[in-house]
């Protein structure tokens, strides 16, 4: 298992700091650049400002404009992005460049390998979701308003939860599917249907997107139950796989 | 006794038989050569034992205990050299030998001093740059690091040069001799087989065709030219028929003294009995079995 995470951590440094890069530098310039455009928008278009008036003046609410923003878009897009890129790779990688057989070979059981190697996909994955978010708290100084904590740390938490879930569903749709950019792509379109399908029909409880900013402890026990119910199901075919 | 026993395995991809009811066994101490043409299913059977296919009809028994998905254990007894696969690029042949040791929880820094002082391969560099023959033999050091029961080959020489080859032979030699291991190796080149098993397992469409001693096998196989004016004798093992001026002959594989008794009871004047080549023996298998 040690050997397991210690080759993970080495193979997937460079996605991770891609992604850190990635995420931190959006995060790091969305209230000095977005939440800027905001409040200099009615002074410089007046006819947006006459349109758009009342919704203008929501999120020219920091707290409303972070959770929208950050929480409901360039982190939730993002975040489910690169959950399925890392989840994916767990073992249609191996697949892929035939060291499967090598790793599934050796005397190690097929869980622990796959356990070893979503651990290290979902730390690598979490990680960059809390570093950029913790990129954001410098920049709140440069506007007259303070973000309330309490409501930043639980849609933290809830991004974590909801992108530790995508990560599993990715590590399932990796066992099935022995390609990366198939998989990826069928695991990314189901993400992406669903929420269009909810959005249109107002299904909310099918909407994948309030799983990082639902409610609370409702979208929390989601997570929660989906993740072990995943973790379950993936221990279950990584044993029948066929390589 | 057998370290290996595998009861009528089948297997099938699609419509596809890759395995038809296999069954062989493999005794401890020997080395046992899995030969058939390509597509036979010698991949494919080595993938069952060694846990990589896990559908299967039929069942294998490995140091005396019954294989089953999730039944990993006894995967610490056994050497694998697959015959396709990949090993990480980005590490040095010095990391992956560290991986493999941390995976089996042997370092065996004494075996691969023993390899590298035969075949040197550069463990500094990084295994992307190494060629398929020494990629092939780095697969070999990581499958005899742990100094294994049973060491399973799957067309060991395949991508290496003649001069390679020969000392890999010789060190597999001194290694059985050293360690009594365990050899399963398949290859479809006949003189491999011949030179270094001491049985043979002939495998065709995913049926075993032969299972005996290479010695026994040679001792018992024999050419008979018998002639006749017509007929057709029932002859036991695997026979081609050739008529040839006005004589047929008779190419008969099996128990030389019954196919000889068998033949002049069926009216067949035997003129000649030539020993068979192993080359000559598999070929008639094949024909035999087409």
Redesign the interface.
Known sequence: M???L??EFR?NIMKFIVETALLSGISATLIPLGFKLLVDIEKENPLISSRYGPLLAQLRDLNVFVRSQWFGKNLLELAILFAVINGIGIVAGEYE???A??L???????KSVFFGKIVVAILYTLIPIIISTFFILPSVKTVPQSLDMPIFFKLLIQALFASTLTVVIAGIASIIVNDRVKGGLIILSCIVGDIILASVLKWNFINYSLLFTGDFVKTLLISSVGTVLALGLSFHLI????? | MNILKCENLTKSYGNVKALNEFSFTVPRGSITGLLGPNGAGKTTTLKIINGLITKYGGEVEIFGEKISPGNFSYRRKIGFVPEEFSLYEYMKGTEIIAFNGELTGKSGEKIIENLQSVFNLPLERKIATYSRGMRKLLSLYLALQTNPELLVLDEPTDGLDPIVRSKLFDFIFDYVARFKTTILFSSHILSEIERISDRVIFIKNGRRILEEDIDSLKENSALFVAKAKSGNAKIPGFVTYEEKDGFMEIRAIGNAKEVEEKLRDAGFEVVKKIPLTFEEIVVSYTEAYK
């Open positions: 040690k050997a397991i210690k080759k193979e460049r035939k060291t057989i090598f599934f070979s050796r005397p190690v059981s097929r044993e029948k796989k066929e390589f």
